[in-house]
């Protein structure tokens, strides 16, 4: 079957790193996506890892590796514009299955 | 270029009352998904079409949920009769099919309609 974890919450100070852990499990792999959804509105694309290592992208950084079914989004000098959803969503024959989300708060 | 568009933003209806969400794509974009997202959950795919064809409606409650994409761009999806359960948010994304890698997966998200089954 398909699984997908995350954890629920994280609290952080403004300026910290945060270190959000993703692991799934399925048959069929073609890469994890991380999306950012803020209350009440859309997700938005952040990051896209096919191939095992890290992905630097500004303040963000994505890891991927296949073997142990594991990702992580680091965020690093953490601003208030920051608090929102983070998903976490494997693609499989180009249909995504998300995870429930971990909800960053970070705090002045 | 202009994102996904979606309406009404907000709904409140009656258990055992009829909804209808409308959909319009990025342009160009032949792939079109229906999601509910339930509060504090990920969102769960409900439909995917493939310009006017259904791709995966394997997760669709086809006894209450419809959708349809007739010319291949704008959607609706029905809720007939609502239940309690229905409360959520529906989202709906696309996604071009051109290219490989990140630029055919990545799916591209509107608002969302806010429903409230009362």
């Known amino acids: 079957g398909q699984n997908i974890d995350q954890p629920t919450e994280m609290t952080a100070t403004e300026g910290a790193i945060v270190q959000i852990n993703c692991t799934y499990q399925t048959s069929g792999f073609n890469g994890l996506f991380w999306y950012q959804q803020h209350a009440g509105e859309a997700p938005t694309f952040l990051s896209y890892?096919?191939?095992?290592g890290l992905e630097e992208k500004g303040r963000f950084s994505s890891f991927l590796s296949r073997s142990k079914g594991y990702s992580y989004l680091l965020l690093k000098e953490l601003q208030m514009k920051d608090s929102a959803s983070y998903l976490c969503a494997f693609v499989n024959d180009y249909k995504l299955s998300f995870g429930a989300g971990t909800t960053v708060t970070v705090r002045a | 270029e202009a994102g996904v568009a979606q309406s009404p933003r907000y709904k409140i209806i009656e258990k055992r009352q009829s909804v209808a969400f409308w959909c319009n794509p990025i342009?160009?974009?032949?792939?079109l998904y229906w999601y509910q997202q339930i509060l504090g959950q990920g969102p769960k795919l409900l439909i995917q079409f493939q310009n006017n064809g259904v791709v995966d409606d394997s997760q669709l409650p086809k006894d209450r949920f419809s959708a349809e994409r007739l010319k291949g761009v704008d959607s609706t999806l029905k809720i007939q009769p609502a239940k309690l359960e229905d409360s959520a948010v529906y989202l709906c994304?696309?996604?071009?099919?051109?290219?490989?890698?990140?630029?055919?997966?990545?799916?591209?998200f509107g608002p969302g309609t806010r429903l409230l089954v009362l």
């Open positions: 342009s160009g974009h032949a792939t």
């Open positions: 994304a696309s996604s071009s099919p051109a290219g490989t890698g990140v630029r055919r997966a990545t799916q591209y």
């Open positions: 890892n096919v191939l095992d």
